[in-house]
Each structure stands twice: as structure tokens, then as C-alpha cells.
């Protein structure tokens, strides 16, 4: 597998020219499928590139503008022929912002393919703090874990807007875990990396709420999960994007949300989409 700067190779392509990117937080050791899972399984002689995110606290990574800028700087050198964009969840954002920035200068518009799609406010910073200290169940105790619960809520309360809520919620993840993982003997250099794919994801999904993807959804093909509390259904049950949100075509789905892009029968599907 490739890697160079912004965008890892995950597949050569048969040498038609034509590339997919896909936008996603991959990192080592995540729970749900990734893109390289889905792209096992396509039909495509298509090369296909994934984002590699820019270093938090780098400049890329302080607005979602920049984290745009960090992966169209390659497309805008090169002008590769880009046949489709996909997106996972918050990728499915920056995804939006890419085919709009391709389209600006490739005369055929990209193809738009996302995943359970999602905008980033609040909660979604909170769920992935939850998720950590669900994490870090297993090396302290019930009554730590219910005061870091209760931090993370009087922290939302107090700081409702994402970028102080995302530099608050990083803090109390090292004040938590720090003591935690020294406990079980974690070197230094383990414990910086856990903290710092913490802090690199929640500065992506921070950034992603300065972007606006609605307008360009409205081109899209979507596929949703069974899951209610992942995607579409999730924005829709909680009024997120009100009479704006709508995609070009809905396809469910009856597949949880982290094992999606491991699904053969829609990696079929993308494969049709792509080949169409």
C-alpha cells in the first residue's frame, strides 16, 4: 500500500486512469470495517486513494477548510481524472468538499458516494469521548469511570461549541488516562500515541462542522445502515439539516454501521455505480 503526503494507494488500478478517493479516519486497531475492507471486495480497475489526515495541530488540521486544502493540493498539481468521491460518516463531508473544489476544474463532476452520512455538532464529540472512557472500562474503576462521565457532561454543559468542547474533552482524556494506562504499564511512547489518534480524530470531526455539505448531498448516492442512531436515519430522527437534508438516492441497507463497508452485497453495489 502506497502512502505518500495526504493520500494512501489502496488499489493500483488496472491503468485506465480513472482513480475513486475516499475520505475516512483510518487508524490501526479502529472497530468498525474501513475502506481498505470495502475496496477487497469491488469489481473495478479503478486505482482507488484514501485520505490520510494532516498531523493535529498542524495548520491543515485547525479548520475544515484547511483539511480540504492539505488533500486537494496533490488533485490541483496533478489532475488526475477523478471518476468518484466516497465518504464515511464525517467523511462523507469533506467528500462533499472535495467534489465541489474537483469540479472547478475537471469537466465531468465526480460521482458522490456516501456512507452513513454525518455533519459533526456536539454529540458526535461527545459519543467518541464515551466510546474512550468505555475504552478505559477495563483499567479503572466504576466510580472513575462514572466521575469521567460526569466530567464529560458538565464539560458539554458549560461549552456547548465544538472547539472548546473538543480542546476541553482532549484535556480531560489525558487526565483521565494518563494515571490509567501508567497503572497498567504503558510506555510513554504507547500512551502518547493513544492520546494522540484521540485528538487527531476529534480535531476532524471538529473541523468538519465548519463545512456545509447539504447543497452537494443533494447530488448524491447515499447508503444507510440499519443502524437508527448512525447516518440518515440519526440526522433525520433528530431534525439535523431540517428540510434541506435529501440526497440524490437512498440505498438501505440491513447491515450495522460499523461493519458496513465489509458488506459484500454493497460493495456489489458501489461496483455497479462505478462501473455505470
Known amino acids: 500500500m502506497a502512502e505518500s503526503g495526504s493520500w494512501k494507494t489502496l488499489v493500483e488500478g488496472g491503468g485506465s486512469g480513472g482513480i475513486v478517493l475516499a475520505v475516512d479516519f483510518d487508524t490501526t486497531g479502529r472497530p468498525e470495517a474501513r475502506f481498505s475492507d470495502l475496496v477487497a471486495n469491488l469489481r473495478t480497475d479503478l486505482a482507488v486513494w484514501e485520505t490520510v489526515p494532516p498531523a493535529a495541530g498542524s495548520e491543515y488540521a485547525r479548520s475544515g477548510a484547511g483539511y480540504v486544502d492539505c488533500w486537494a493540493q496533490r488533485l490541483e498539481a496533478e489532475r488526475p481524472q477523478i471518476k468518484a468521491l466516497l465518504g464515511f460518516c464525517a467523511g462523507s463531508v469533506y467528500a462533499a468538499a472535495l467534489a465541489e473544489r474537483i469540479a472547478s476544474w475537471q469537466q465531468a463532476e465526480p460521482l458522490l458516494v456516501i456512507f452513513d452520512p454525518e455533519v459533526s455538532v456536539s454529540q458526535t464529540l461527545m459519543w467518541q469521548y464515551h466510546k474512550v472512557v468505555g475504552f478505559m472500562s477495563s483499567v479503572i474503576s466504576d466510580e472513575d469511570v462514572a466521575t469521567a462521565r460526569e466530567a464529560g457532561l458538565q464539560l458539554h454543559n458549560r461549552t456547548p461549541e465544538i472547539g472548546p468542547l473538543k480542546d476541553g474533552l482532549i484535556r480531560l482524556i489525558r487526565e483521565i488516562g494518563e494515571p490509567a494506562f501508567t497503572r497498567v504499564g504503558l510506555d ?62 437512498e440505498i438501505e441497507i440491513d447491515v450495522e454501521h460499523g461493519s458496513m463497508l465489509a458488506d459484500k452485497g454493497l460493495a456489489e453495489a458501489v461496483s455497479e455505480l462505478l462501473n455505470g
Open 188 to 249: 510513554e511512547a504507547r500512551r502518547e500515541e493513544l492520546f494522540s489518534v484521540f485528538e487527531s480524530f476529534l480535531c476532524y470531526l471538529a473541523a468538519a462542522s465548519d463545512i456545509d455539505p447539504l447543497d452537494r448531498w443533494r447530488s448524491a448516492v447515499a447508503f444507510s445502515s440499519a443502524s437508527p442512531l448512525s447516518g440518515l436515519r440519526a440526522m433525520r430522527a433528530s431534525g439535523v439539516g431540517g428540510d434541506r437534508l435529501a440526497v440524490a438516492r
